[in-house]
């Protein structure tokens, strides 16, 4: 007996961010601090939801190119 696949329906990027999006906004400069990144070189986030980690990179790299894409259209800033 196999378990049904779960699914997330990402419908609402404004109740995305009033729940989550202040925890992600906390965590993204520790996150960032932790990956490392290069000092130089263009900046992808995959998957970028509402945009906070894409936010705090070009707030910490505003000379870089910074481009977050995500699937889900409603959580696109």
Same mark, same amino acid.
Request: net charge negative; hydrophobic share 45%.
């Given at each position: 007996?196999?378990?049904?696949?779960?699914? $997330?329906?990402?419908? %609402?990027?404004?109740?995305?961010?009033? =729940? #989550?999006?202040? =925890?992600?906004?906390? *965590?993204? +400069?520790?996150? *960032? %601090?932790? *990956?490392?990144?290069?000092?130089?070189?263009? #900046? #992808?986030?995959?998957?970028?939801?509402?945009?906070? #980690?894409? $936010?705090?990179?070009? +707030?910490? =790299?505003?000379?870089?190119?910074?481009?977050?894409? +995500?699937?889900?259209? /409603?959580?696109? /800033?």
């Amino acid at each position: 007996m196999s378990s049904p696949p779960s699914h $997330f329906h990402a419908s %609402d990027g404004a109740a995305y961010e009033f =729940w #989550l999006g202040r =925890w992600s906004r906390r *965590l993204a +400069d520790v996150f *960032l %601090d932790f *990956l490392e990144f290069p000092e130089t070189g263009e #900046l #992808l986030d995959v998957g970028c939801g509402t945009g906070a #980690l894409t $936010f705090a990179m070009a +707030d910490r =790299w505003p000379a870089r190119p910074v481009i977050g894409v +995500d699937i889900a259209e /409603p959580f696109i /800033p």
